[in-house]
C-alpha cells in the first residue's frame, strides 16, 4: 500500500539514496530540505519539497497537522561542526522539536525512524564486538551529539513508535568523506596512520537505504534500537585491495606514525580557526581514524527488521568506485 513518507535530510548522501528507494517502493515521498539545497539527485523521485520551520514546536506540530505523513525518517544531520553546542543544537534540538511535533500533532505517524550513528556507541577492544547494548562510549563531538540525542529520546519519548538505528560507516555512489582516500588512491597512494590492526565495519547505501524503509514497517514495540553494518569485519587494506582489484592500479602503501598525524591535526585545527569550515582531518577525528575494532553484532536487526544485506563491502565498493569514475569524480 502506497504510504506518505517525509524524509529529513533528503539532499544529503543517505537521504538521497532513501528518497530513490521510497520512490521505488511506491511511496508518496516528501523531502525536508534548505532552500539552498542542491536538489538535482532527488527531484525526479520527490512528490514535494517541504521546508518546516525547526527552530519552532508550534509550527512543525502545525505542519505536522496539515500533513500528516505515515512515517518519518529524520536522517539530517551536523557531522562537522567548531563547537559542541553548534553540534549539539542541530543533532538534539532539531530532533527533539520534530519529534514533539510529530507525536503531538492530531495525526502523529505510525513510526518515527531516527538515523543515529554506530559513533553514538565508539569503538571497543581488538578482541570485543559491539551489541546493540554495547554501553555508550563516543570519542568524537559528533558520537557525543548522538548519544545525547538517543538520551533525550529515552527520556521524553520512551513510549512512542521510534526507531534508532546506528549505522557503521557507510558508502556508496555521491559519498564525499571516504571518496577523499578513493581520490588519493587515485593519484597512486596508499596510506595510513600507524601501524595496529584494526577491524573495521561499513554498510552500503542501497542496504542502508532498504533498512531504513524496512524500520517503518516491521512490527516493533515502542522504542527500538539497531547497530547496522553489512554483518562482516574488515582489515584496515581492504578498501585499498578492492581498489587495486578494481582498476588493475599498482599503490604505493605507506604508514605515517601517529604522533606526527596527531601534530598535522592540531596544526590544521588552528589554521581553520577563524574559518567556517572544518579541516579533514583533526585531532578527535585521530582517535576515530585509529580505533581498534568497530565490528558489530546485527542479529537484531536480521531477526526483527528482516535485515538482509545484499552487498558486502567488495561487490558495493566496486559499484561505487566505477560510479565515481563514469562520473569523472577522479
Given amino acids: 500500500m502506497k504510504k506518505k513518507i517525509l524524509i529529513t535530510g533528503a539532499s544529503g548522501f543517505v537521504g538521497s539514496h532513501l528518497a530513490q528507494a521510497a520512490a521505488d517502493a511506491g511511496h508518496e515521498v516528501h523531502a525536508a530540505v534548505r532552500k539552498s539545497s542542491d536538489l538535482t539527485a532527488i527531484k525526479s523521485c520527490v512528490r514535494q519539497f517541504v521546508y518546516p520551520n525547526f527552530d519552532d514546536m508550534e509550527e512543525l506540530r502545525n505542519f505536522f497537522d496539515t500533513q500528516r505523513y505515515d512515517y518519518v525518517i529524520h536522517a539530517a544531520a551536523l557531522t562537522k561542526a567548531k563547537s559542541e553546542k553548534e553540534m549539539y543544537a542541530v543533532n538534539v534540538g532539531v530532533t527533539e522539536r520534530l ?6 500533532s492530531v495525526a502523529p505517524p505510525q513510526r518515527f525512524v531516527f538515523v543515529s550513528s554506530l559513533a553514538a556507541i565508539g569503538p571497543v577492544a581488538y578482541d570485543a564486538e559491539i551489541t546493540d547494548e554495547a554501553p555508550y562510549s563516543p570519542i568524537t563531538r559528533y558520537g557525543r551529539s548522538k548519544q545525547a540525542a538517543e538520551e533525550m529520546i529515552k527520556s521524553k519519548f520512551s513510549d512512542k513508535p521510534i526507531t534508532v538505528v546506528r549505522p557503521t560507516a557507510v558508502y556508496g555512489p555521491r559519498e564525499k568523506d571516504l571518496f577523499i ?18 577491524k573495521l565495519s561499513f554498510v552500503y547505501v542501497k542496504d542502508l537505504a532498504g533498512l531504513l524503509l524496512n524500520a517503518c514497517v516491521a512490527p516493533q514495540h515502542g522504542l527500538t534500537f539497531f547497530n547496522i553494518t553489512d554483518g562482516q569485519t574488515y582489515s584496515r587494506y581492504a578498501m585499498a585491495d578492492i581498489f587495486k582489484e578494481t582498476f588493475a592500479k599498482k599503490l604505493f602503501r605507506i604508514h605515517v606514525s601517529v604522533g606526527m598525524v596527531s601534530k598535522l591535526a592540531k596544526l590544521a585545527q588552528w589554521l581553520y580557526r577563524n574559518s567556517k569550515q572544518t579541516p579533514v582531518i583533526y585531532p578527535e577525528r585521530i582517535g576515530e581514524l585509529t580505533a581498534q575494532n568497530w565490528s558489530c553484532d546485527i542479529a537484531r536487526a536480521k531477526d526483527i527488521l528482516h535485515y538482509k544485506p545484499k552487498y558486502n563491502l567488495a561487490s558495493g565498493l566496486r559499484e561505487s568506485l566505477l560510479w565515481y569514475k563514469q562520473n569523472k569524480w577522479f
Fill in 99 to 104: 519529534l514533539h511535533g510529530a507525536f503531538h
Fill in 181 to 198: 582516500l578513493f581520490r588519493t588512491m587515485d593519484k597512486g597512494l596508499d596510506a595510513y596512520i600507524g601501524r595496529a590492526p584494526q
